[in-house]
């Protein structure tokens, strides 16, 4: 009895002192600027974005404030990779496939087509190597990153026609970033990839035929279906598209261990809360699409599939020769997509499949 109240006051006493660890700190208040690829009070990413940096506020009681900045009111959204690399910004919050043109091996920490869905990708990352591999990559543009969001699986976009086979994506103008989008160019598509804020007016316009965005829940406040009626599922592209929080490494550097723990806590709240927040919305603001909006929805044929899979052999191989490090990246990926996917197959799919069948859900 005397031992459990000692170690009950011990516990306490330990949370106390860490407790008055920000309050110590708010006296020296360090800054921390936020640049963002979403606008401002955009729904699902970009409130994500800002309940995050209000969070790293909250949780450290203040010693560390956060000034964040949405796409387009410091810098556009994509120059934020810019931003924080320069120190002007200490850190930004977006998808990592944006930095393609930078290294073709960023791709992998956001989404690979035919690859990790959102649990997958978080057990990669955090216990299997990822971050080590993101941090070599990363630390070479003098950046560090954590995981702060994810989607879960996207839809494959929104279009102006059906889709019926492979050759009906010849000549299609696509907003579709990331290796998902070379997959597509693959198939005769023609890719751009623009930021969100800019997606609604270019397809209004013609100016593209198709785009893929996230998911209903997200897409449902876009407007889409007001320029596209055909609305495919289970897109190739991003099966469980990761965000990240990313900052200046020597700023990083220069952070006591508390602090670091108050941004890493943070991120890791906001990893799980979006991408839940996400998969809590999908169904309802799927309905909505169908019963307000007349939404046609669709599901990609088993040919179409295979010919994105031809294609993303392709640009695996592609990627793959550009460096050492880019076939680093990729041998992991694929070694560890085998192993957890195999298992997540046996397991979690079999069950859900069986699930649904037995309660008529498909």
Not at 323 to 349: H, N, P, R, T, W
Request: hydrophobic share 40%; aromatic share 12%.
């Amino acid at each position: 009895m005397l031992r459990r109240k000692f170690l009950k006051g011990a516990a306490l006493a330990g949370t106390g002192a860490a407790l008055a660890s920000p309050a110590v700190a708010a006296s020296h208040a360090k800054t921390l600027t936020i640049v963002s690829t979403w606008p401002r009070d955009f729904p699902g990413l970009g409130i994500s974005a800002q309940r995050l940096a209000q969070r790293i506020t909250d949780i450290s009681d203040g010693a560390l404030v956060t000034e964040y900045f949405a796409a387009g009111e410091r810098v556009g959204a994509f120059d934020v990779f810019d931003e924080v690399a320069s120190g002007n910004s200490q850190a930004y919050i977006g998808a990592e496939y944006y930095w393609l043109g930078k290294h073709p091996a960023y791709g992998y920490f956001t989404a690979v087509p035919f690859g990790m869905t959102a649990t997958e990708h978080n057990a990669w990352i955090k216990f299997a190597g990822g971050q080590e591999l993101w941090d070599e990559l990363a630390g070479g543009f003098g950046l560090k990153g954590l995981l702060c969001g994810s989607t879960g699986t996207q839809a494959g976009g929104w279009f102006n026609k059906e889709i019926e086979s492979p050759d009906d994506l010849q000549g299609l103008k696509m907003r579709i970033p990331g290796l998902g989008g070379t997959v597509m160019s693959k198939l005769g598509v023609s890719t751009v990839s623009l930021p969100g804020g800019q997606i609604y007016e270019n397809l209004v316009s013609g100016a593209v035929d198709a785009t893929e965005w996230v998911g209903p829940y997200n897409d449902y406040f876009m407007k889409f279906y007001e320029a596209a009626k055909y609305y495919y599922t289970a897109g190739m592209h991003e099966p469980g598209a990761a965000l990240g929080f990313v900052m200046n490494a020597s700023w990083w550097g220069g952070l006591s261990d508390w602090e670091k723990a108050v941004i890493t806590a943070a991120c890791m709240e906001e990893n799980a809360a979006q991408y839940e927040e996400t998969v809590a919305k999908n169904g309802e603001y799927l309905q909505r699409l169908i019963n307000d909006h007349g939404v046609e929805v669709r599901d990609f044929n088993e040919d179409i599939w295979d010919a994105f899979g031809d294609a993303a052999a392709e640009v695996f191989e592609e990627t793959r020769a550009h460096s050492d490090l880019a076939a680093k990246i990729d041998d992991a990926f694929q070694s560890k997509l085998k192993e957890i996917g195999g298992m997540m197959a046996q397991f979690e799919v079999a069950y859900v499949n069986q699930r649904n069948r037995v309660l008529g859900l498909t």
